[in-house]
């Protein structure tokens, strides 16, 4: 079984027919780059994914998209379950005005956990494998907005991480961030990959090589191609997906 899967998705905004027959499957412990040149519907995509879409007024969607073989969009779906299991990383690093702790402990206690001793412990687990426990260890109390911009987007990772997701979603999670941070968060992709099931958009596509097994290429609201990150990006079976990587137009 995969993880995701949709069939026949189609969205609208309004008249717009943003989404086309979109038919993709993504298997559990995989990173899937998602890459398209700007506007062509990747963070709409994605955003349909876990039902963020579901709060802009004239949302509309045609075709079936599945978690684990159950339709996310059925009448009887948890929808901030959903969102607990499938988690979302944002383009700009978007922490809370709290300290680091409560940033990561956020998540926890709205989601009930009282026990003080259960939330340390997830903390502590969460910012360890966000890779930045090093870092914070000693000024959990501080502000996050006293973190570097690579330190505050691998602590919305952590908090993303502390609700224990399966599917962990990234919408260019490091172009607001210099070089070193990028490779930081790429390596923290390479480890967490274990654990989860990963989507990114990405523009960059050296990035997308880099840190993801499969990739989908999006052209006005249509998936062009998809498939091994590899072979779409040496044996590109589509002109189009040909002219994007090559540089020619994007
Ligand atoms: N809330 C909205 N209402 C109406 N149209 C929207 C809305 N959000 C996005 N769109 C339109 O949907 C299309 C796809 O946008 P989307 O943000 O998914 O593209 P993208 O590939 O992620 O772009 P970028 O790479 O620039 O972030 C665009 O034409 C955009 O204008």
């Known amino acids: 079984m995969y993880r995701i899967e949709t069939e026949d998705l189609n969205v609208y905004f309004g008249e717009d027919h943003i989404l086309k027959d979109i038919n993709i499957k993504i298997k559990a412990n995989t990173v899937t780059a998602i890459i398209g040149p700007s506007g062509c519907g990747k963070s709409t995509f994605i955003r349909t994914l876990n039902r963020m879409n579901d709060v802009i007024p004239n949302f509309r969607h045609e075709g079936k998209v599945y978690f684990d073989g159950k339709d996310i969009y059925d009448p009887d779906v948890d929808v901030v379950e959903l969102r607990k299991k499938i988690g979302m990383v944002f383009q700009k690093p978007n922490p809370f005005p709290k300290s680091i702790y409560e940033n ?16 340390r412990k997830k903390v502590e687990e969460s910012l360890k494998a966000a890779a930045l426990w090093d870092e914070v260890k000693d000024r959990l109390d501080q502000s996050a907005f006293s973190l570097s911009g690579g330190q505050q987007q691998r602590l919305c990772i952590a908090r993303t991480l502390a609700v224990e997701p399966e599917v962990i979603m990234m919408d260019e999670p490091c172009s607001a961030l210099d070089p070193i941070s990028t490779t930081k968060i790429e390596d923290l992709i390479h480890k ?14 050296q990035q997308a090589t880099r840190v993801s097994e499969y990739a989908a290429f999006f052209l006005n609201g249509e998936l062009v191609e998809y498939g091994p990150t590899e072979k779409l990006f040496v044996s590109p079976q589509d002109k189009r997906t040909e002219a994007y990587i090559t540089g020619r137009f994007g």
């Open 192 to 205: 967490l990959k274990k654990d989860y099931t990963i989507i990114i958009v990405t523009h960059n596509l």
């Open 104 to 119: 990561v402990a956020y998540g926890l206690r709205i989601h009930g956990v009282t026990d003080e001793e259960i939330i």
